[in-house]
Structures are given as C-alpha cells and as structure tokens.
T-cell receptor, first 115, second 112 residues
Framework: GAVVSQHPSWVICKSGTSVKIECRSL??????MFWYRQFPKQSLMLMAT?????????EQGVEKDKFLINHASLTLSTLTVTSAHPEDSSFYIC???????????FGQGTRLTVV | AQSVSQHNHHVILSEAASLELGCNYS??????LFWYVQYPGQHLQLLLK??????LVKGIKGFEAEFIKSKFSFNLRKPSVQWSDTAEYFC??????????FGKGTRLHILP
C-alpha cells in the first residue's frame, strides 16, 4: 500500500514551453501533497505544499506564477512549469500524505531537461 | 524556523563496520522525525520514523535511530553495514499537519 506515482519519469522540452508533471496517490487519499526540487548532489528543497481543494502554499523564493500547482482531487496533484528555461532543469519529486498522519510517501521523481 | 542539519556529507565504510549518521534539528512544537533512504536509481523510501513514545526507534533493514530531545538529535545507526546499504540517507523533520523539511543528505558508500 501507500504508492505514489509520478508521470512522466523524464521529459525533455524546448525553452519557452510549458511542462506538466502529474502526481497520483494510487491506493490512498492524499489530503496533502508536497512538491520538492532536487539539484544534483543536494537535498530536497520544498517548493510548495498543496491541500486538496485549496491554493498551494509556496516556499519563500519559489515563483508561484512559474510553478503552477493544482490539487483538484484527493488522488491527483499537478505541477506545471510554465515558460521553462534551462535553469529549470532539475529533478522534481512529489510526496503525498494523509492529514493527521506524519509520514509522507514519495513518487519516483521526474527529471526535467530544458534545452 | 525549522531546519535539519546532517553532519556527514559523504561516508565510506567497509562491510561489517558500524554506522552512525548524525542529525540535528531545530523545530518549535511537537516534532516528528524521519530517516529516508534513496538507493541508486530509486525513489525515496521511509527507513524509520519517530512520533512519540520510546525514543529508540527500529526501522527496516536493521536500522535504528535514537531521539534525544535534550540534544535535538535523531542519529541513525546500524551495527553492521552491508554493501547493499550504499545509498543516500536523508534526515527529515515535520509534524502531522505541517510540511516536512529535509537535511542535505549523507552519501554512504560501502566497500565490499
């Protein structure tokens, strides 16, 4: 149980285009989802927290207009990188949690390369 | 503000050696503590967690961690490591309704 699936696993896009990444909790209802970004050989940097049915809470320094997060249902959250630039190339990871339960379950991550 | 500090960035051990990875945290309020592991090419997996109760927590694959409140620490230990423990280990802090913040990770390399 507690499986979180991200799609796609990797994506290459042209500079200036937008990319959508999906995060699904397959066997539980996730009231909260987190989006992280991981740079090579560095830790996970929390980008935003999203609760089902409400607006995402972004961490300081994260552009909400660039990284659009939607958490429309209890099993799906999406991250859209708008007008992507090469510096947006990174590994994006989502995690999902049931409210009131401390642990979070992680997706396998999405490697985004912007050329 | 909450933060997590991992002291060792890169650790190299021989098989059967004992392991201890340090983790210190700063957090106001009721704290939940986690250790996650990321094996090469795989996604993050939960090793163990502390919510309350016995401060010595046992996790999967023979790992354990001890919560020492007075030291704000949650060090990870394993008495005898195996080659298959080669991975990156992340300490994390949060609570049941709040965000989870990660340390910078410790890359563990076990020599066969």
């Amino acid at each position: 149980g507690a499986v979180v699936s991200q799609h796609p696993s990797w994506v290459i896009c042209k500079s200036g285009t937008s990319v959508k990444i999906e995060c699904r909790s397959l066997d539980f209802q996730a009231t909260t989802m987190f989006w992280y970004r991981q740079f090579p050989k560095q830790s996970l940097m929390l980008m935003a927290t999203s609760n089902e049915g409400s607006k995402a809470t972004y961490e300081q320094g994260v552009e909400k207009d660039k990284f659009l997060i939607n958490h429309a249902s209890l099993t799906l959250s999406t991250l859209t990188v708008t007008s992507a630039h090469p510096e947006d190339s990174s590994f994006y990871i989502c995690s999902a949690r049931v409210r009131g339960r401390g642990e979070a379950f992680f997706g396998q991550g999405t490697r985004l390369t912007v050329v | 503000a909450q933060s997590v500090s991992q002291h060792n960035h890169h650790v190299i051990l021989s098989e059967a050696a004992s392991l201890e990875l340090g983790c210190n945290y700063s957090y106001g309020g009721t704290v939940n503590l986690f250790w996650y592991v990321q094996y090469p090419g795989q996604h993050l997996q939960l090793l163990l967690k502390y919510f309350s109760g016995d401060p010595l927590v046992k996790g999967i694959k023979g790992f354990e961690a001890e919560f020492i409140k007075s030291k704000f620490s949650f060090n990870l230990r394993k008495p005898s490591v195996q080659w298959s423990d080669t991975a990156e280990y992340f300490c994390a802090v949060g609570n049941r309704d709040d965000k989870i913040i990660f340390g910078k990770g410790t890359r563990l390399h076990i020599l066969p």
